[in-house]
């Protein structure tokens, strides 16, 4: 097959047992709190460095 050719895939049924379902949700939620985590730590460095230059840059204002 060479590469230009696109191959149509149909998923005409998926069955996942409710408890694997379930158990998948439980470690998708425990996986998100260190994403935000470090989410959170990245806006926040963001935010101080955007303070500190807006700090720098009133005297300068005329205000």
């Known amino acids: 097959m060479e590469k230009s ?3 149509r895939v ?3 049924g998926l069955e996942i047992p409710f408890w694997d379902l ?4 439980v470690k998708l939620a425990l996986a998100s709190i260190p994403a ?3 989410i959170y730590v990245f806006i926040m460095l963001l935010g101080l460095l955007f303070g500190g230059v807006a700090n720098l840059m009133a005297p300068f204002s005329g205000v």
Request: net charge negative; aromatic share 16%; no cysteine.
């Open 36 to 38: 935000m985590l470090i």
């Open 22 to 25: 379930v158990w998948f949700m």
């Open 10 to 12: 149909v998923v005409s």
């Open 5 to 7: 050719e696109k191959e």
